[in-house]
Protein backbone atom coordinates (compact mmCIF):
# COMPACT_ATOMS: atom_id res chain seq x y z
CA UNK A 1 0.00 0.00 0.00
CA UNK A 2 1.57 3.48 -1.14
CA UNK A 3 1.42 6.44 1.49
CA UNK A 4 -0.74 9.12 0.79
CA UNK A 5 1.22 12.25 0.09
CA UNK A 6 0.64 14.87 3.21
CA UNK A 7 -2.13 18.31 3.11
CA UNK A 8 -1.35 21.42 3.79
CA UNK A 9 0.17 22.49 7.33
CA UNK A 10 -3.24 23.89 8.63
CA UNK A 11 -5.02 21.16 7.94
CA UNK A 12 -3.18 18.32 8.64
CA UNK A 13 -3.01 19.83 12.03
CA UNK A 14 -6.58 20.15 12.40
CA UNK A 15 -7.52 16.99 11.15
CA UNK A 16 -5.24 15.41 13.57
CA UNK A 17 -6.23 17.04 16.82
CA UNK A 18 -10.33 16.71 15.40
CA UNK A 19 -9.29 12.47 15.12
CA UNK A 20 -7.51 12.62 17.90
CA UNK A 21 -10.51 14.38 20.02
CA UNK A 22 -12.31 12.12 17.93
CA UNK A 23 -10.15 8.96 19.53
CA UNK A 24 -10.61 9.91 23.42
CA UNK A 25 -14.51 10.66 22.44
CA UNK A 26 -14.62 7.16 21.33
CA UNK A 27 -12.31 5.79 23.81
CA UNK A 28 -14.09 7.22 26.46
CA UNK A 29 -17.19 6.01 24.69
CA UNK A 30 -16.29 2.33 24.76
CA UNK A 31 -15.16 2.32 28.56
CA UNK A 32 -18.55 3.48 29.32
CA UNK A 33 -20.29 1.05 27.42
CA UNK A 34 -18.14 -0.95 28.84
CA UNK A 35 -18.78 -0.17 32.62
CA UNK A 36 -22.89 -0.08 31.81
CA UNK A 37 -22.45 -3.88 30.44
CA UNK A 38 -20.47 -5.05 33.74
CA UNK A 39 -21.94 -3.26 36.02
CA UNK A 40 -25.20 -3.79 37.99
CA UNK A 41 -28.64 -2.61 35.87
CA UNK A 42 -29.96 0.58 37.44
CA UNK A 43 -26.02 1.89 36.84
CA UNK A 44 -26.91 4.79 35.14
CA UNK A 45 -29.78 6.00 37.68
CA UNK A 46 -26.70 5.26 40.66
CA UNK A 47 -24.48 7.39 38.76
CA UNK A 48 -26.64 10.27 38.27
CA UNK A 49 -27.81 9.81 41.92
CA UNK A 50 -24.12 9.94 42.69
CA UNK A 51 -23.22 13.15 40.52
CA UNK A 52 -25.62 15.08 41.56
CA UNK A 53 -26.19 14.21 45.35
CA UNK A 54 -23.90 17.37 46.20
CA UNK A 55 -25.55 19.85 43.93
CA UNK A 56 -29.16 19.11 45.17
CA UNK A 57 -27.63 19.22 48.38
CA UNK A 58 -26.66 22.53 48.10
CA UNK A 59 -29.11 24.10 45.81
CA UNK A 60 -32.50 21.44 45.82
CA UNK A 61 -33.77 23.54 42.84
CA UNK A 62 -30.37 23.59 40.27
CA UNK A 63 -32.25 23.03 37.13
CA UNK A 64 -29.45 20.88 35.46
CA UNK A 65 -29.25 18.69 38.26
CA UNK A 66 -33.22 18.06 38.50
CA UNK A 67 -33.17 17.68 34.52
CA UNK A 68 -30.48 14.84 34.70
CA UNK A 69 -32.59 13.35 37.92
CA UNK A 70 -36.11 13.27 35.79
CA UNK A 71 -33.92 11.67 32.51
CA UNK A 72 -32.41 9.10 34.77
CA UNK A 73 -35.74 8.25 36.79
CA UNK A 74 -37.41 7.00 33.39
CA UNK A 75 -34.88 4.79 32.17
CA UNK A 76 -35.70 1.04 32.22
CA UNK A 77 -33.47 -1.60 31.54
CA UNK A 78 -34.59 -1.83 27.92
CA UNK A 79 -33.01 1.62 27.57
CA UNK A 80 -30.08 0.82 29.61
CA UNK A 81 -29.37 -1.63 27.19
CA UNK A 82 -29.60 0.60 24.44
CA UNK A 83 -27.41 2.64 25.92
CA UNK A 84 -25.10 -0.41 26.35
CA UNK A 85 -25.31 -1.23 22.68
CA UNK A 86 -24.52 2.36 21.23
CA UNK A 87 -21.93 3.12 23.72
CA UNK A 88 -19.84 0.26 22.71
CA UNK A 89 -20.37 0.38 18.89
CA UNK A 90 -19.92 3.81 18.65
CA UNK A 91 -16.49 3.64 20.91
CA UNK A 92 -15.49 1.19 18.58
CA UNK A 93 -15.85 2.53 15.54
CA UNK A 94 -14.62 5.36 16.30
CA UNK A 95 -11.43 3.91 17.79
CA UNK A 96 -11.47 2.02 14.27
CA UNK A 97 -11.98 4.65 12.03
CA UNK A 98 -9.32 7.12 13.81
CA UNK A 99 -6.77 4.32 13.55
CA UNK A 100 -7.24 3.25 10.31
CA UNK A 101 -7.36 7.12 8.97
CA UNK A 102 -4.22 8.08 11.12
CA UNK A 103 -2.72 4.94 9.32
CA UNK A 104 -3.75 6.82 6.31
CA UNK A 105 -5.22 3.85 4.55
CA UNK A 106 -6.33 4.52 1.10
CA UNK A 107 -10.23 3.30 2.06
CA UNK A 108 -10.19 4.32 4.92
CA UNK A 109 -11.42 7.73 3.73
CA UNK A 110 -14.33 6.64 2.36
CA UNK A 111 -15.18 4.15 5.12
CA UNK A 112 -15.17 6.68 7.81
CA UNK A 113 -17.13 9.33 5.91
CA UNK A 114 -19.91 6.71 5.94
CA UNK A 115 -19.58 5.72 9.45
CA UNK A 116 -19.66 9.16 10.33
CA UNK A 117 -22.70 10.25 8.14
CA UNK A 118 -24.65 6.51 9.52
CA UNK A 119 -23.83 8.10 13.06
CA UNK A 120 -25.13 11.64 12.03
CA UNK A 121 -28.46 10.19 10.73
CA UNK A 122 -28.89 7.71 13.33
CA UNK A 123 -28.46 10.56 15.78
CA UNK A 124 -29.99 13.53 14.48
CA UNK A 125 -33.32 10.70 14.38
CA UNK A 126 -32.75 9.62 17.78
CA UNK A 127 -32.66 13.65 18.82
CA UNK A 128 -35.81 14.14 17.03
CA UNK A 129 -37.32 11.39 19.18
CA UNK A 130 -35.86 11.95 23.00
CA UNK A 131 -34.78 16.16 22.45
CA UNK A 132 -31.23 15.07 24.07
CA UNK A 133 -29.11 18.26 23.26
CA UNK A 134 -26.13 15.58 24.17
CA UNK A 135 -26.95 14.27 20.29
CA UNK A 136 -26.69 17.50 19.06
CA UNK A 137 -23.17 18.43 20.37
CA UNK A 138 -21.98 15.02 19.20
CA UNK A 139 -23.35 15.10 15.57
CA UNK A 140 -22.07 18.77 15.36
CA UNK A 141 -18.69 17.01 16.26
CA UNK A 142 -19.48 14.11 13.94
CA UNK A 143 -19.99 16.73 10.95
CA UNK A 144 -16.88 18.43 11.31
CA UNK A 145 -14.60 15.75 11.28
CA UNK A 146 -16.31 14.81 8.16
CA UNK A 147 -15.42 17.70 6.70
CA UNK A 148 -12.05 17.46 7.50
CA UNK A 149 -11.77 14.50 6.25
CA UNK A 150 -13.25 15.54 3.19
CA UNK A 151 -10.72 18.01 3.05
CA UNK A 152 -7.52 16.50 3.97
CA UNK A 153 -8.32 13.80 1.22
CA UNK A 154 -9.07 16.56 -1.37
CA UNK A 155 -5.55 18.48 -0.49
CA UNK A 156 -4.31 15.16 -0.31
CA UNK A 157 -4.50 13.15 -3.31
CA UNK A 158 -2.04 12.75 -5.67
CA UNK A 159 -1.09 15.25 -8.17
CA UNK A 160 -1.66 13.81 -11.73
CA UNK A 161 1.09 13.66 -14.22
CA UNK A 162 0.65 15.14 -17.15
CA UNK A 163 1.30 12.70 -20.25
CA UNK A 164 3.73 13.89 -22.61
CA UNK A 165 2.43 13.39 -26.39
Known amino acids: MDPLPRAGRIVEWSYRISLTIQGLLGFSQF ?11 GSIVRLVDWLTRNEIASDPTDP ?6 EWASH ?7 VYKLYLLGHGALNLFVVVTL ?29 GDPALL ?8 VIALVLLERRQSRPMRRAVKA
Open 31 to 41: IAGLGLWLGPS
Open 64 to 69: LARRLI
Open 75 to 81: LGPAVED
Open 102 to 130: LLRVRWAFYASISVLASFVLYQGVEFFLT
Open 137 to 144: VVTLFDLV
